[in-house]
């Protein structure tokens, strides 16, 4: 099995920064894409960022230039720095991975528990 754990949500102010982590452990050959998703109350899951275990990032259009996504591949570790962060961005916000088990294996696709992330004066 894999785990996702994710760590670093909280309150802040609007304007302030949070770092969000996500760790993967458990029965993993390779990563392929990891990435960060969140749900605002009442709302659907939405695509944050994701990147490639080549470095390649992709940003939803509400968080460029405020978010950056980034990964350490030796410790199979996705990271967000979210800097700017406005009340909209209120979440739970959700770590993703697609997680092969073995070589040329299929690839499966694993979600975090989810971390509030709360942006108000």
């Known amino acids: 099995q894999v785990q996702l754990v994710e760590s670093g949500g909280g309150l802040v102010q609007p304007g302030g920064s949070l770092r969000l982590s996500c760790a993967a452990s458990g029965s993993i050959f390779s990563i392929n894409a990891m990435g960060w998703y969140r749900q605002a109350p009442g709302k659907q899951r939405e695509l944050v960022a994701t990147?490639?275990?080549?470095?390649?990032?992709y940003y939803a259009d509400s968080v460029k230039g405020r978010f950056t996504i980034s990964r350490d591949n030796a410790k199979n570790t996705v990271y967000v720095q979210m800097n700017s962060l406005k009340p909209e961005d209120t979440a739970v916000y959700y770590c993703?991975?697609?997680?092969?088990?073995?070589?040329?294996?299929?690839?499966?696709?694993?979600w975090g528990q989810g971390t509030q992330v709360t942006v108000s004066s």
């Open positions: 993703n991975a697609v997680v092969q088990k073995k070589s040329l294996g299929p690839h499966y696709n694993y």
């Open positions: 990147i490639t275990s080549g470095g390649n990032t």
